[in-house]
T-cell receptor, first 114, second 114 residues
Framework: GAVVSQHPSWVICKSGTSVKIECRSLDFQATTMFWYRQFPKQSLMLMATSNEGSKATYEQGVEKDKFLINHASLTLSTLTVTSAHPEDSSFYIC??????????FGPGTRLTVL | LAKTTQPISMDSYEGQEVNITCSHNNIATNDYITWYQQFPSQGPRFIIQGYKTKVTNEVASLFIPADRKSSTLSLPRVSLSDTAVYYCLVGDVDRGSTLGRLYFGRGTQLTVWP
C-alpha cells in the first residue's frame, strides 16, 4: 500500500522554540495532505488542509500563525509549530490522499515541549 | 459533514467474530464510509472503505444497508493483536478539491482477550 512518512518521529524542545515536522508521500504524489493533532486518550483532530502550491486551509480554532504549513512539492508538506509551549505537546499526524479515494496516514510525530 | 456515532468500547475473545456498528444518519450522497484502525502512538491504518452494499477484503468486511445511514465493520476471528481503536468516518474524498477532510469521532476501543 501507499506509504506516508513523518520526520522526526519524536522531538523534545524548550518552550519558545519552533519545531518543524515533515510529512512525505513516498510512492505517490499528493496534491492534498492533512494535519491532525491527537492528545492522549483522545481522538484525532483535524488541524488543516495542505494544498500543493497554495495556502493551507485551517480548521476553526486553529491558529494559522502558530501552526505554519508549507506544501512545497507534491510529496512534501511541513508543519512548523512556532514558539512552542507545553500545551502544544501532542501527537501530530499527517495524511495524504492518493489517486482515488484512499487517505493514508503517517506514523505520527510525538512533540514534547518542556 | 456527517457525524458518526460508535460504541465507546467493545470486548471480545480470540477467535470470535466482532461486529462494530457505526451510525451516520446525515451521510451525504458523495460520502464514502471508511474505517481505520489505530494502535497507541501510531497513525491510523486504513482497513476498508465502501459506498454501498458489501465490501470485503483480506482483513474485514463492511456492510452498508441501502439507506447508508449506518455501517458495520466485521472482523472475522479476531486475535490479541486486533486490540486497538477503530474509527468510522464518512467523507467526500475527491481529487483536486479541498474536500476529503475527515473528522474523527471518538472511535471504538476494541479489547480482545485470550
Amino acid at each position: 500500500g501507499a506509504v506516508v512518512s513523518q520526520h522526526p518521529s519524536w522531538v523534545i524542545c524548550k518552550s519558545g522554540t519552533s519545531v518543524k515536522i515533515e510529512c512525505r508521500s513516498l510512492d505517490f504524489q499528493a496534491t492534498t495532505m492533512f494535519w491532525y493533532r491527537q492528545f492522549p486518550k483522545q481522538s484525532l483532530m483535524l488541524m488543516a488542509t495542505s494544498n500543493e502550491g497554495s495556502k493551507a486551509t485551517y480548521e476553526q480554532g486553529v491558529e494559522k500563525d502558530k501552526f505554519l504549513i508549507n506544501h512545497a512539492s507534491l510529496t512534501l508538506s511541513t508543519l512548523t509549530v512556532t514558539s512552542a509551549h507545553p500545551e502544544d505537546s501532542s501527537f501530530y499526524i499527517c495524511s495524504a490522499i492518493r489517486w482515488g479515494n484512499e487517505q493514508f496516514f503517517g506514523p505520527g510525530t510525538r512533540l514534547t515541549v518542556l | 459533514l456527517a457525524k458518526t456515532t460508535q460504541p465507546i468500547s467493545m470486548d471480545s475473545y480470540e477467535g470470535q467474530e466482532v461486529n462494530i456498528t457505526c451510525s451516520h444518519n446525515n451521510i451525504a450522497t458523495n460520502d464514502y464510509i471508511t474505517w481505520y484502525q489505530q494502535f497507541p502512538s501510531q497513525g491510523p491504518r486504513f482497513i476498508i472503505q465502501g459506498y454501498k452494499t458489501k465490501v470485503t477484503n483480506e482483513v474485514a468486511s463492511l456492510f452498508i444497508p441501502a439507506d447508508r445511514k449506518s455501517s458495520t465493520l466485521s472482523l472475522p476471528r479476531v486475535s490479541l493483536s486486533d486490540t486497538a481503536v477503530y474509527y468510522c468516518l464518512v467523507g467526500d474524498v475527491d481529487r483536486g478539491s479541498t474536500l476529503g477532510r475527515l473528522y474523527f469521532g471518538r472511535g471504538t476501543q476494541l479489547t480482545v482477550w485470550p
